[in-house]
């Protein structure tokens, strides 16, 4: 790949996760002011004062006691926001609030420009870079909430910023068309299919914990599908023009996007940020490259041992990087905290801390 075509594509990329950022940070504040799913116990008329009763030495059982603070949401509260179906409604009602509406804008742009970098760019090189988005997110909420940033913060960012160099410095891959026969196209959604409905199965047995992490990797790997289907439906336009309105891709990249947007509000609202933030963070770009290269046959390039160990040891920085910033206190503390007192004592939602999440592709 040209050294310009390479240059543009990186510059796109990062861009995307800037716009992804932005778009987080208000859509997560628009769900954190949405109800209780249904099905959960408040959602069934359970009072919040049941909660707050003092015991025999009158004292509540208020959020500090609970560790609300330090935890993002008591336990009680974990199971009372987890519904065990997935609420298909709650896109349609949080698409009403002009709050998700602005940050759909921003998904938009942020999607556009992903899409682009795909259209000129491999998988395996676009798809990693989307990482920095929570290294743009978190300092855009700490702002927002006049929140300084903290070695949790700080260290995060070097971290995320100084893998992804690395990625750069020795990842050279090739750009290959996403393109197959359909027998290997049916292979392929079947085996996501199976996958991500295995998770969702599951979820539904599982406590509210563990149902977010099986939410988030569910929803991870519908993006990294979505992130296929996009290249591949931008090869189509360019081989086609206005006619690959008449190919399957663009008609399946619109079905991933609403799937994985509803996964997606659905993972948020079942549990702490801090528990589906790091698989959603990097359950897409593994997902992503492991159908790039395994199925269409992308590489990395020749790398070379001391590539390999760089690679390695960047990896390993993305991943304590993004570990870093998914326990920052904008995560952990702020978030769930004025989300669950919003909904229960009815707090004005302007006085809610921003809040930073993965993002929504438009679909």
């Given at each position: ?190 085996s996501v299919a199976a996958v991500v409905l295995g998770l969702l199965a599951v979820s539904r047995r599982t406590g509210a914990i563990a149902r977010t992490s099986l939410l988030a990797g569910a929803a991870g790997v519908t993006f990294g599908l979505l992130s296929i289907i996009t290249k591949a439906t931008t090869h189509q336009l360019a081989v086609h023009g206005i006619g690959f309105l008449g190919t399957w891709q663009p008609w399946v990249l619109a079905a991933l ?107």
């Amino acid at each position: 790949m040209l050294s310009g075509a390479r240059f543009a594509a990186v510059a796109l990329a990062l861009g995307a996760a800037a716009s992804f950022a932005v778009s987080n940070v208000t859509q997560m504040s628009a769900i954190a002011r949405q109800p209780y799913p249904a099905g959960s116990d408040l959602d069934q008329g359970a009072s919040p004062a049941d909660e707050h009763e003092p015991d025999a030495a009158g004292n509540g059982t208020g959020t500090s006691e609970l560790g609300l603070s330090e935890l993002g949401l008591s336990e009680s509260d974990r199971s009372k926001r987890t519904s065990k179906t997935i609420d298909g409604g709650l896109l349609v009602r949080v698409g009403r609030d002009p709050l998700w509406l602005l940050g759909l804008v921003a998904s938009i742009a942020g999607f556009a420009m992903e899409a682009t970098a795909l259209s000129i760019a491999p998988v395996v090189l676009v798809q990693p870079l989307i990482v920095a988005e929570l290294a743009f997110a978190i300092p855009l909420a700490a702002f927002i909430a006049k929140h300084p940033l903290g070695k949790a913060e700080w260290t995060g960012i070097a971290l995320v910023s100084s893998g992804l160099l690395a990625l750069l410095i020795v990842v050279h891959p090739s750009n290959t068309p996403i393109s197959a026969p359909p027998e290997r196209w049916l292979l392929l959604f079947g085996s996501v299919a199976a996958v991500v409905l295995g998770l969702l199965a599951v979820s539904r047995r599982t406590g509210a914990i563990a149902r977010t992490s099986l939410l988030a990797g569910a929803a991870g790997v519908t993006f990294g599908l979505l992130s296929i289907i996009t290249k591949a439906t931008t090869h189509q336009l360019a081989v086609h023009g206005i006619g690959f309105l008449g190919t399957w891709q663009p008609w399946v990249l619109a079905a991933l996007g609403i799937a994985g947007m509803t996964l997606t509000v659905n993972t948020y609202q079942s549990g702490p940020l801090a528990v589906s933030l790091p698989l959603l963070d990097v359950g897409e770009p593994i997902a992503a490259s492991l159908i790039a290269t395994v199925v269409f046959g992308e590489s990395l390039g020749q790398i070379g041992v001391t590539g390999d160990a760089i690679l390695a040891a960047g990896i390993a920085a993305i991943v304590g990087g993004v570990a870093s910033l998914d326990h920052s206190p904008l995560v952990r503390n702020h978030v769930e905290a004025s989300a669950t007192q919003d909904r229960r004592y009815g707090q004005p939602a302007d006085d809610q801390p921003v809040q930073c999440a993965r993002r929504t592709p438009p679909s």
